[in-house]
């Protein structure tokens, strides 16, 4: 078979389905979907792409005998990250970050597989950059050889593209990080809750698709060799790897989270202590000058024309010695 290397590799379209050959030595080329159920040449097998929500996905899913547990599980609503060995074949489903353009990175998409050693049918919801670096890279003579090494090049790409994200929020942390030990900003929480959300919603999957590939690994499937057994525990490897790192960036957010609060904690109790500094001054001076200021006789000096300044006089007094208790017994 020779590479159809003339005509660029199609787009998951909405509604649509994309079905190749592959002829196990790198080469490949797009058919019409109804003639990809034709038998694969010698060595090499089949793949279709199918959208969740094209009118026809039953019917299709039903023409490559897929039963109605594959066709259950390749369209759920939602679905995780696992690895279901079912005869022959093995029901693969994996999530990858979700890299379109206005959506967030942590909204992870599901691609779905069921994958026999002729032929791997997928369906997807949502377009995956993953999938699409691998149509386009059939075009360049690197298709996949078998339909073990289809999956082992969607998950290895899955982890390429979920690695710069969890490099971005380790490297948003540590600038958190350094922000907390200047000062605390208003935004600090806000942009600290953030990261720690996408780190969760991340890792929610992450682990999940390192048992799924774990599980692949390790299946007495006749159609997986050893080299695509080596490349699946490498993408379970580095899957693992992403995980923890998911794991260390919500364990520091949490540190720096409390140390926020630590902060902040400090800082309202200095603030109660010179209001309660304020109080135990000025109490007594407030009772003195109240019982001075009662509308009765008797009042003491209410004669004498320097009595004013003696009375402040003493008031003063009275709080410097206040002052010295305080700073003797530490208080502040």
Same mark, same amino acid.
Request: glycine share 6%; charged share 25%; net charge negative.
């Given at each position: 078979?020779?590479?159809?290397?003339?005509?660029?590799?199609?787009?998951?379209?909405?509604? &649509?389905?994309?079905?190749?050959?592959?002829? &196990?030595?790198?080469?490949?080329?797009?058919?019409?979907?109804?003639?990809?159920?034709?038998?694969?040449?010698?060595?090499?097998?089949?793949?279709?792409?199918?959208?969740?929500?094209? !009118?026809?996905?039953?019917?299709?899913?039903?023409? /490559?005998?897929?039963?109605?547990?594959? +066709?259950?599980?390749?369209?759920?609503?939602?679905?995780?990250? +696992?690895?279901?060995? /079912? *005869?022959? &074949?093995?029901?693969?489903?994996?999530?990858?970050?979700?890299?379109?353009?206005?959506?967030?990175?942590? @909204?992870?998409?599901?691609?779905?597989?069921?994958?026999? $050693?002729?032929?791997?049918?997928?369906?997807?919801? +949502?377009?995956?950059?993953?999938?699409?670096?691998? !149509?386009?890279?059939?075009?360049? &003579?690197?298709?996949?050889?078998?339909?073990?090494?289809?999956?082992?090049? =969607?998950?290895?790409? !899955?982890?390429?593209?979920?690695?710069? =994200?969890?490099?971005?929020?380790?490297?948003?942390?540590?600038?958190?990080?350094?922000? =907390?030990?200047?000062?605390?900003?208003?935004?600090?929480?806000?942009?600290?809750?953030?990261?720690?959300? @996408?780190?969760?919603?991340?890792?929610?999957?992450?682990?999940?698709?390192? $048992?799924?590939?774990?599980?692949?690994?390790?299946?007495?499937?006749?159609?997986?060799?050893?080299?695509?057994?080596?490349?699946?525990?490498?993408?379970?490897?580095?899957?693992?790897?992403?995980?923890?790192?998911?794991?260390?960036?919500?364990?520091?957010?949490?540190?720096?989270?409390?140390?926020?609060?630590? +902060?902040?904690?400090?800082?309202?109790?200095?603030?109660?202590?010179?209001?309660?500094?304020?109080?135990?001054?000025?109490?007594?001076?407030?009772?003195?000058? %109240?019982?001075? *200021?009662?509308?009765?006789? %008797?009042?003491? *000096?209410?004669?004498?024309?320097?009595?004013?300044?003696?009375?402040?006089?003493?008031?003063? *007094?009275?709080? =410097?010695?206040?002052?010295?208790?305080?700073?003797?017994?530490?208080?502040?």
């Amino acid at each position: 078979m020779q590479d159809d290397t003339s005509v660029p590799a199609p787009r998951l379209e909405p509604g &649509g389905t994309i079905a190749l050959e592959f002829d &196990g030595k790198g080469g490949s080329r797009f058919v019409a979907e109804a003639a990809s159920n034709t038998a694969a040449a010698s060595g090499g097998f089949t793949w279709v792409h199918i959208h969740r929500d094209a !009118l026809s996905i039953e019917e299709l899913l039903q023409d /490559h005998d897929c039963d109605e547990f594959v +066709r259950d599980a390749l369209t759920a609503d939602d679905t995780r990250p +696992r690895c279901t060995v /079912h *005869g022959d &074949g093995a029901i693969v489903i994996m999530r990858g970050v979700n890299l379109n353009p206005g959506a967030e990175p942590d @909204d992870m998409v599901s691609v779905r597989f069921w994958i026999e $050693d002729s032929q791997v049918i997928g369906v997807w919801v +949502r377009p995956l950059l993953a999938i699409e670096e691998i !149509l386009a890279a059939t075009t360049r &003579g690197q298709a996949p050889r078998t339909p073990g090494d289809l999956i082992a090049k =969607v998950a290895l790409r !899955l982890a390429d593209r979920t690695e710069p =994200v969890v490099t971005d929020l380790s490297e948003q942390i540590d600038a958190l990080e350094e922000r =907390v030990a200047e000062d605390l900003p208003p935004a600090l929480r806000r942009d600290l809750a953030e990261i720690r959300r @996408d780190a969760i919603n991340l890792r929610r999957f992450m682990f999940p698709q390192r $048992d799924a590939l774990t599980t692949l690994e390790i299946e007495d499937l006749e159609w997986l060799g050893e080299h695509e057994r080596s490349r699946i525990r490498e993408a379970a490897s580095r899957t693992t790897r992403l995980a923890e790192e998911l794991d260390a960036i919500r364990d520091r957010a949490a540190i720096v989270y409390d140390e926020i609060m630590d +902060r902040r904690s400090e800082v309202m109790n200095r603030n109660m202590l010179y209001l309660a500094i304020v109080a135990v001054i000025f109490l007594p001076l407030g009772l003195i000058t %109240g019982l001075l *200021g009662i509308n009765v006789g %008797g009042i003491p *000096g209410q004669d004498s024309p320097n009595a004013f300044w003696f009375i402040t006089a003493i008031l003063l *007094g009275i709080a =410097v010695i206040e002052l010295a208790i305080l700073r003797v017994l530490r208080l502040f």
